[in-house]
């Protein structure tokens, strides 16, 4: 096992062990209160329009997009990361393949994990912080691993010409 | 032509005793469960739940404008049936193909995982269980409900899916403890991927990678382009609705169910789109690595190929059709499902007569 494979396994194991983790959390403390939240609100928006309260309904509806986003924030976070890491652990298996010497595959083994453990994060933060910094974490995140993944590719096709 | 014999170093692979067979067998065994799952829902579930949703969706908006508050709860908690019923059986169908994917990545990590035999086997058997009983729970969390549930909100399927997912993550724990050993110097040297240098291989991995590359710039595009205008166009549209339903404007809230509607299933598919071509290309990536594991002959080989291409890229591209094709492009790839499962199908045939063979040869042994 060369020393980029031990960081793409190790690291992919590990994330992947994370994201699920925050999967079980989410399915036992956050989800069940997050899906009450968000059906209630939007159906109390149009119940109160029922009733007459317009601004009421209005404030519910802001409740709603707030809690849908949140959802929406959280699912990706065990998605991405659950994706994300089974692709390291993937690329971990055959990357002493790739063309290109050791060192090489050493920065992008970790510039992949950066991009892994990024993306996910800034959408994390977005639940905490406002701004452009989260977003400029995910971004970071998917700019990492689409340019990693990139090289990794045309490492291989050299590879297939060798 | 049938394949090499098993490389020097690695020739235990797949060995009766040897852990990473249970995985490999039972990674694919879950993946074909997990497709042909995905594709009785598209088919029998997906597009009835959705009239349904917007049948009660309406009742309800209409309710609200004839100003009957507790007929709105009413229909908003069909909607929450519904919505329930449509997204366990999702989470069922995403859950049990990861499971799949992670079970046949651990097979060929199980060389570089430095414990005893036995603990292995019992690691892999541990997985596979609770691989089963994860998306067994989830589908059935709909069903059960809260019936005789000790606890106020998750009901008995919701505790096996957790417990389950418990027993998926302590035993990954276990086996990336055994990789920290072997890199310690314990355990074997040599991996099990194979060098991937037959034509199948290679173009297996050039093909996974370029559509995972796709599938990333996809949801790069979708998160820079589409994401928050989604967010706003169903604040606005729900807002108008509110509005609407306030003065009675029945042809207007009718204009403003179709517009949420037409939302949610551009979401959906847009959604959908990024998250199976990922997928699909993982999932060649992952066949490109047990080609050499596969034997049968070359001719079967190429055509399980192709079989395995043409279905990868047809499904995300005909349900990215259905945007404007609806039903018939999600037929397609109904169909294109159907060719991935057959080409995946072929394959475990020829990982099983692979497991075949060395099982006569050590019996000859003996």
């Known amino acids: 096992m060369t020393g980029s494979q031990k960081i793409l396994l190790s690291a992919g194991l590990a994330l992947t062990i994370l994201g699920m983790t925050y999967g079980l959390w989410y399915a036992l403390v956050d989800e069940h209160p997050t899906l009450e939240r968000m059906g209630v609100s939007l159906a109390s928006s149009f119940a109160e329009v029922a009733n007459g309260e317009m601004e009421q309904a209005r404030k519910s509806l802001n409740t709603y997009g707030e809690t849908r986003l949140e959802y929406i924030r959280e699912v990706h976070v065990h998605g991405h990361l659950a994706a994300l890491s089974t692709l390291l652990l993937l690329l971990g298996l055959f990357f002493n393949q790739l063309v290109f010497p050791e060192r090489v595959r050493l920065h992008l083994a970790s510039l992949l994990v950066f991009g892994t453990a990024a993306l996910p994060l800034g959408s994390v933060l977005e639940m905490f912080i406002s701004g452009l910094l989260p977003k400029a974490v995910a971004l970071l995140g998917a700019v990492a691993i689409i340019g990693g993944l990139s090289v990794v590719a045309a490492g291989f096709l050299l590879s297939a010409r060798k | ?366």
């Open chain 2, 1 to 366: 032509m049938l394949p090499h014999a098993p490389a020097p170093g690695s020739a235990n692979f797949l060995s009766a005793a040897d852990p990473a067979r249970l995985f490999v067998i039972g990674g694919m065994l879950l993946v074909i469960a997990g497709m042909i799952f995905g594709d009785l829902y598209a088919i029998f579930i997906l597009h009835p739940n959705v009239a349904d949703i917007g049948r009660e969706m309406g009742a309800a908006v209409t309710a609200a404008a004839a100003g009957d508050a507790d007929s709105v709860f009413i229909h908003f908690g069909a909607v929450g049936g519904f919505l329930e019923n449509a997204g366990t059986k999702k989470d069922a169908h995403v859950h049990i193909i990861h499971a799949g994917f992670l079970a046949f990545l651990l097979a060929f990590l199980q060389p570089w995982v430095a414990l005893e035999r036995r603990r292995k086997l019992q690691l892999a058997k541990a997985f596979l269980w609770a691989s089963v009983i994860l998306p067994v729970s989830i589908f059935l969390i709909h069903y059960v409900g809260l019936v005789y549930s000790p606890l106020q909100s998750i009901g008995w399927a919701s505790i096996f899916a957790d417990l389950s997912g418990l027993v998926l993550i302590l035993v990954l724990a276990v086996e990336l403890v055994g990789i920290w050993r072997h890199m310690r110097g314990n355990g074997e040297r040599v991996g099990a991927v194979r060098g991937l240098d037959s034509k199948n291989s290679r173009t297996l991995l050039a093909a996974g990678l370029l559509l995972v590359l796709v599938g990333f710039l996809f949801g790069l595009y979708y998160a820079g382009v589409h994401l928050e205008e989604h967010k706003s166009r169903e604040l606005i549209i729900l807002g108008e609705l509110l509005e609407q339903v306030s003065v009675q404007a029945t042809d207007a809230i009718n204009q403003g169910l179709i517009a949420y509607g037409g939302l949610q299933g551009e979401r959906a598919v847009m959604i959908a789109t990024h998250a199976h071509i990922v997928e699909m290309g993982l999932l060649v990536i992952m066949m490109a690595i047990v080609q050499p594991f596969v034997f049968l002959s070359l001719a079967w080989r190429r055509r399980l190929l192709w079989m395995m291409l043409g279905g990868a890229t047809l499904l995300p591209v005909a349900i990215y059709s259905e945007l404007w094709f609806g039903l018939l492009a999600g037929g397609v790839a109904d169909f294109a499902g159907l060719m991935v499962i057959l080409a995946m199908f072929g394959m475990l045939i020829g990982v099983w007569r692979q497991t075949g063979k060395m099982d006569a040869k050590e019996e000859q042994g003996a």
